[in-house]
């Protein structure tokens, strides 16, 4: 690791390879061919992108003998042979190969037999008239048993949230069916049966390959995770040969409803110390004082048996055949922020608003815990939702949401994604039904090395160090599994087999997190000036509270081992803050009594005013002010800006801060940083250009929308001199007496007046590049030392501030740019540089002459209006032959948008004053 500053700008100049984003390149079908394997790779690698991530998705095209177009079968020999091919190409270009554990997600396919699916608990409903004695049992299925039933008073009052009052301990547990029918005694009354069955969720794994279709697997049973990777992975790797992938991936945890296995009664009572069977009702509806307390064993015990049975032997599995494994840990089952500690390469995922690094997100979830347990590179699934629909996305949009995730601890952008498309699909090709296309028929794809290279060097320098988060929030993760709830089913039938949602019930910890955890609580930290991490029990447990600060988000229940840990920590000056209320209750059924008893006692001591780094406040909105008291901010700015973001890491010799300007104006601040030095540098992550920055009484910071900064303080840093103030002058009005030759054409065009494309009826459905021409006087070069020329394309317009109230479908930058959607400028034959960002301008002094110059500049749009000006596809045959397996997302959003130059274009000289 560099330990200079010296050696620190040199490697940030020209970082390292293994910086550099990744994306998930989607092979449909798979239909792919090794030309069109090989063209891929190396337009990747021309842009600057360091690696694939090879999933395996559904056919978008049918089998064709007269073109030769054919779809592999998933893990056949012609398929692997394709990923050999693609390994060995990846190889030889020097792009790092990922490769997904199966086909679509979650994990599972044809391998998985019933007794190995994803399993659920189902709980049905019979209603029993007065005076009958005998009931006819639910239907078993194929990997289904019955657990209990119960039979219970039908007339009950109902809470105002839907809960049963009263009931539960009237409920009789009924002897097993008899030739498919319960017995029991007449009643005068009308009653209930409650049937606990355990049983299968039936989900298919989504979105799978030509044969890989099947039932979602047990993730709380080891037996199914060793069957897919002796069946799936093995033969995935074999085409790998002796060299294996960087890293195998396991995606989104989305197996909905799953919170069952076979072996769960099994388990609880090994783990939590008593039966569960007499307690089911407290799963579903009935409320007693247990309730919480058995919810909460029931989810921990989720918990415990994903992380145990799916995880570890999934990580060992990596481990033996000398690879690492790549995980999303969150989602259904409940695994927490600490079973990210069973992968080697914890992963995040954006969600889809400019919000989501103040609030509870995926990101900051795997973040933390990668900090925590100590993984340097922490990647992230970026762009999912960027824009829609698919080749909607610009490159501002791109840079815009990739901030986001370096302001929450992300170092490794895995790019969602880059979609296989073969020539016969014709422009733009392929996408996949919901995310942003990234490849190479995007007219603008000219201007991503340069984008790609920024990432690539904020990239590097975040993984430079330590991370300096300085508050931990403690995840309620005992609060949330008390919140689990099974669900009441009505009966199938013929007409409704399934009579109940895909998604089912929420078993999901990061889910249900922001219903507990007020959304207030992040931002009210990160608006006081400090950064955060999530930390919950067990990895408290396990590292303990490596912060100045840990802040307990309205807890009220948490074991009392981990209370006497977090009251240990205050007593020798951590600061430690309860909001809302302070814990009070035992997170379990067992010794509940004696260990809330403990609880109320250890709060009364931490917060009754004998230590002085412990305080409560009854409002999530007075945290901030009440963390500003006890510690030192990090990094304050002037005047406040909570839109403006940071993120800090410790290096040996120096502090580094990554800020980014979220906001779509213009932010003129000064930065206070606690940990500053003598000398500050600005570390430019677009040319690798370092300077020296005054910091005489902070750093002056003026951002740009969507503007960021790397600032570095050492006391070896380069002395920071004031910025001479300059006077622009205009030199000459470029805006007129173009003339634009679309595409490949010989055809030039005259265009008096910069407009956009879609006012011509010829080129309105044009999607791709133009190049504009002309030429312009510069009288005299005498000038002053210092004098620059610039050409400028104008500012961007902002949107009505209405926008920013309303709940975004997708994340974008919300700019309507002069130039649409990016631009490459030539100057007398050298090119001088990319357009695509604000400021929309580009020193062009190196080139600029004295004397008749000329200017040419090749404008990239969006495949957006030639997706307009055509019928789209709608896949009626190919849904009929292998089943409606997607639904393209927001083909009512693709229309003609403005493209091209839109003006003004000016040339500026700025002399020095």
Request: charged letters at 25%.
């Amino acid at each position: 690791m560099p330990t200079t500053t010296n050696l620190l700008r040199e490697t940030f100049r020209n970082p390292p390879d293994d910086s550099r984003i990744m994306m998930r390149w989607w092979w449909f079908g798979p239909a792919v061919t090794k030309p069109e394997i090989t063209r891929e790779l190396e337009e990747m690698k021309h842009a600057g992108i360091g690696g694939v991530e090879i999933t395996h998705l559904y056919a978008l095209g049918l089998d064709d003998a007269k073109t030769g177009f054919h779809n592999q079968p998933f893990l056949s020999a012609e398929h692997l042979n394709a990923l050999r091919f693609a390994a060995q190409e990846a190889r030889r270009l020097g792009l790092r190969v990922d490769v997904t554990l199966g086909s679509g997600w979650p994990l599972g396919g044809t391998e998985i037999p019933v007794d190995e699916a994803a399993g659920e608990l189902r709980v049905e409903e019979i209603d029993v008239p007065p005076g009958v004695t005998s009931v006819k049992a639910p239907f078993l299925d194929q990997g289904e048993a019955l657990i209990a039933a119960f039979v219970g008073d039908a007339s009950a009052d109902i809470r105002a949230d839907g809960m049963v009052l009263g009931v539960a301990r009237e409920l009789a547990r009924l002897d097993a069916p008899v030739d498919g029918r319960f017995a029991m005694a007449a009643a005068e009354r009308p009653r209930r049966i409650l049937c606990f069955v355990s049983s299968r969720t039936g989900m298919m794994v989504k979105r799978p390959a030509v044969g890989a279709a099947g039932f979602v697997l047990d993730h709380y049973n080891a037996a199914a995770i060793k069957t897919h990777l002796d069946s799936v992975g093995a033969k995935l790797l074999s085409a790998f040969g002796d060299r294996p992938p960087y890293a195998v991936f396991s995606d989104s945890l989305e197996d909905y409803g799953s919170d069952w296995s076979p072996k769960l009664l099994e388990e609880f009572q090994k783990r939590r110390g008593y039966d569960l069977t007499p307690h089911l009702p407290a799963l579903v509806e009935y409320a007693i004082p247990e309730t919480a307390a058995i919810r909460h064993d029931w989810g921990r015990t989720l918990t415990e048996m994903a992380d145990e049975n799916f995880l570890e032997p999934m990580e060992a599995w990596a481990k033996e055949h000398h690879t690492r494994l790549r995980a999303q840990v969150y989602g259904m089952p409940p695994v927490t922020l600490s079973s990210n500690r069973l992968v080697d390469l914890p992963e995040g995922e954006g969600k889809a608003t400019f919000r989501m690094w103040r609030e509870f997100s995926d990101t900051r979830w795997a973040a933390s815990a990668g900090h925590l347990f100590g993984r340097n590179v922490i990647s992230s699934e970026t762009w999912t939702w960027l824009h829609s629909p698919a080749f909607r996305a610009t490159p501002l949009d791109m840079k815009a949401e990739a901030d986001l995730h370096f302001l929450q601890g992300i170092n490794q952008l895995v790019g969602h994604g880059w979609p296989y498309s073969p020539e016969s699909a014709g422009e733009p090709g392929w996408q996949m039904y919901a995310a942003a296309a990234l490849n190479a028929h995007n007219p603008w794809f000219d201007v991503m090395p340069e984008l790609m290279k920024y990432l690539q060097r904020v990239s590097w320098a975040l993984r430079q160090g330590k991370p300096e988060n300085d508050v931990a929030i403690l995840l309620p993760n005992d609060d949330v599994w008390a919140k689990f709830s099974a669900r009441v089913q009505p009966a199938a039938s013929a007409a409704n087999p399934r009579p109940f949602s895909e998604n089912g019930h929420s078993v999901s910890m990061d889910e249900m997190m922001p219903w507990v955890l007020d959304d207030q609580v992040v931002a009210q930290v990160l608006d006081a000036g400090f950064n955060v991490d999530f930390i919950d029990a067990d990895a408290i447990d396990q590292v303990g509270i490596p912060y100045r600060a840990l802040i307990l988000p309205g807890v009220d229940r948490l074991p009392v081992a981990t209370y006497g840990k977090i009251a240990a920590y205050a007593r020798k000056g951590g600061v430690v803050i309860a909001t809302r209320r302070k814990p009070a209750t035992a997170p379990g059924f067992e010794n509940a009594e004696r260990d809330s008893a403990r609880l109320q006692e250890l709060s009364r001591d931490l917060f009754g005013g004998g230590v002085g780094t412990a305080k409560f406040v009854p409002e999530d909105a007075s945290l901030g002010a009440e963390l500003k008291k006890l510690t030192a901010p990090d990094m304050t700015l002037t005047p406040a800006m909570p839109q403006v973001g940071f993120i800090h890491r410790r290096l040996e010799h120096g502090n580094l801060y990554f800020i980014a300007n979220t906001t779509i104006v213009a932010e003129h601040l000064t930065a206070h940083f606690r940990d500053s030095a003598r000398r500050a540098e600005e570390w430019d992550a677009f040319t690798g250009e370092v300077r020296g920055v005054a910091n005489n009484d902070g750093v002056k910071l003026d951002l740009e929308p969507y503007g960021s900064r790397l600032i570095y303080f050492a006391d070896d840093a380069k002395a920071g001199d004031p910025e001479p103030r300059r006077e622009e002058h205009l030199a000459a009005d470029l805006s007129h007496e173009w003339t634009v030759r679309f595409g490949d054409g010989d055809v030039a065009e005259k265009m008096d007046a910069l407009r956009s494309w879609t006012e011509d009826a010829k080129t309105r459905y044009f999607s791709g590049r133009a190049a504009y021409e002309r030429k312009f006087d510069v009288m005299s070069k005498d000038e002053t030392p210092g004098t620059r020329w610039i050409l400028d394309f104008g500012e961007a317009k902002t949107p009505p501030l209405s926008w920013l109230t309303g709940e975004q479908h997708n994340m974008q930058a919300y700019l309507d740019a002069p130039v649409r959607e990016a631009a490459q400028v030539y100057v007398n034959g050298s090119f001088a540089g990319d357009v695509w960002k604000p400021p929309y301008r580009v020193d062009v002094t190196r080139w600029v002459r004295a004397g008749v110059n000329r200017l040419r500049i090749v404008v990239g749009n969006t495949a957006m209006n030639e997706m307009a000006g055509k019928p789209l596809p709608n896949y009626r045959l190919l849904w009929d032959r292998y089943g409606r397996l997607f639904e393209p997302q927001d083909m009512d959003k693709v229309e003609a948008l403005p493209s091209g130059l839109l003006g003004p274009v000016r040339l500026i000289r700025s002399d020095p004053r």
